[in-house]
């Protein structure tokens, strides 16, 4: 069974700090997604990282993709509080959006 | 129009209700899929529909029953559930020409049996 471990699980911080969320697997994908849910709402997608050892940058997001497509990181500079929610990353495999598999996110609290 | 429409984003219901969950994604998308979100747990994929036609089945109880008529739309039929059913359950659509994989969610139905 393909798992998806993401670390912390709960952060909070203050407005300005800098983090790093890390999302790891024993698993290849062939492709890893960023999503950012806030409450409420169902998860809006941030990113997909599609190459080993690709960087994406989203503002003050960056966002990594491990260099044998097992494990991917998201690191805020300057977090905002904004920036408050649960982050999920997801792992898909072969066959697209069929063989996704998400962490159980890391949540997110910034406070001013 | 927002991209994946959910109705209702809110139910509470007995043990012995039946009750249904609606999608609706004005994407153009060729797939849809039910996931379920409980607390602190993975979103748990339930159904996934290709082309209007089920192609993935994770284990659900039967007490689930899924309906896609067209490519547009998605129900999620609920009958006898228990307790431990409540949950946030979401919807999504995907282009499955598209490799990535990208899903597409709407803002989900949150649970609740009594």
């Known amino acids: 069974t393909q798992l998806l471990e993401q670390s912390p699980q709960f952060l909070s911080i203050q407005e300005g700090e800098n983090l790093t969320v890390y999302c790891n697997s024993s698993s290849v994908f062939s492709s890893l997604q960023w999503y950012r849910q806030e409450p409420g709402e169902g998860p809006v997608l941030l990113v997909t990282v599609v190459t080993g050892g690709e960087v994406k940058k989203l503002k003050r997001l960056t966002f990594q993709f491990g260099d044998a497509r097992k494990d991917s990181s998201l690191h805020i500079t300057a977090a905002q509080p904004g920036d408050t929610g649960l982050y999920l990353c997801?792992?898909?495999?072969?066959?697209?959006?069929?063989?996704?598999?998400f962490g159980a996110g890391t949540r997110l609290f910034v406070k001013a | 129009e927002t991209g994946v429409t959910q109705t209702p984003r809110h139910l509470v219901m007995g043990m012995t209700n039946k009750k249904s969950l609606k999608c609706e994604q004005h994407l153009g998308h060729n797939a849809m899929y039910w996931y379920k979100q409980s607390a602190k747990k993975p979103l748990e994929l339930m159904f996934v529909y290709s082309l209007e036609e089920r192609v993935e089945n994770n284990s659900v109880p039967s007490r689930f029953s899924p309906e896609c008529p067209n490519s547009s739309h998605l129900f999620l039929h609920l009958h006898t559930l228990q307790p431990e059913d409540s949950a946030l359950y979401l919807c999504?659509?995907?282009?499955?020409?598209?490799?990535?994989?990208?899903?597409?969610f709407g803002e989900g139905s949150r649970l609740t049996v009594l």
């Open positions: 997801a792992g898909v495999g072969r066959g697209g959006g069929f063989k996704t598999i």
């Open positions: 999504a659509s995907s282009q499955e020409s598209v490799n990535t994989g990208e899903l597409f």
